[in-house]
């Protein structure tokens, strides 16, 4: 398993001092995260966020996608299955900006789980294993960084029920925040 360690400074003195977190994924999940974060950074502003709240959301934006994007420069040849963990330096705004991207291909990947169900029931282990990884991350992100709650003008609904979830083997209750999948 390759592993790195990359840094990034706070600007904003609320935050403390950083913290290590090690995150581990295979290298087409740092892709897709990647490309996850530069969705988000160019997601409209929501009106009802105050501004100042708004910039720093931005900064701990550009410092997550700074360090996934160093991370996944040297990712280049590998297989996309290989796993490979780095070393982010995260305070409480990162760690929630990286919960919030977490949360996002979380939703994405049970979306894609329930559309392969009913085509390709084959197919779906390895997407239902992602689910869960990306939950993992997430309580991970949670317990060391004490972020618990995406950011909620970030995310959408899920367009499924509770019951859809339970059909998948994934019941809400069994996921970090379940019942905000549905609702936020």
């Given at each position: 398993?390759?592993?790195?360690?990359?840094?990034?400074?706070?600007?904003?003195?609320?935050?403390?001092?950083?913290?290590?977190?090690?995150?581990?994924?295979?290298?087409?999940?740092?892709?897709?995260?990647?490309?996850?974060?530069?969705?988000?950074?160019?997601?409209?502003?929501?009106?009802?966020?105050?501004?100042?709240?708004?910039?720093e959301r931005d900064r701990a934006g550009e410092q997550v996608q700074i360090q996934i994007s160093s991370a996944l420069e040297q990712t280049r040849n590998l297989a996309d299955d290989q796993q490979v963990a780095f070393t982010l330096s995260l305070v409480r705004t990162t760690a929630k900006y990286l919960l919030t991207a977490c949360d996002r291909m979380r939703r994405a990947t049970l979306q894609q789980a329930w559309s392969t169900r009913s085509r390709a029931p084959a197919d779906l282990p390895p997407i239902l294993g992602e689910v869960r990884s990306w939950d993992v991350t997430m309580r991970?992100?949670?317990?060391?960084?004490?972020?618990?709650?995406?950011?909620?003008?970030?995310?959408?609904?899920?367009?499924?029920?509770?019951?859809?979830?339970?059909?998948?083997?994934?019941p809400c209750e069994s996921l970090l925040n379940g019942e905000d999948l549905l609702s936020l």
């Open positions: 398993m390759l592993s790195r360690r990359l840094h990034s400074q706070s600007v904003s003195p609320q935050n403390a001092q950083p913290k290590r977190f090690v995150l581990s994924l295979t290298v087409s999940q740092w892709q897709r995260l990647a490309t996850e974060l530069l969705a988000m950074e160019h997601a409209p502003h929501n009106p009802t966020v105050p501004v100042e709240k708004q910039l991970e992100l949670s317990t060391q960084h004490g972020v618990i709650h995406p950011l909620g003008e970030m995310v959408r609904p899920l367009h499924l029920s509770d019951t859809e979830l339970v059909a998948l083997g994934v």
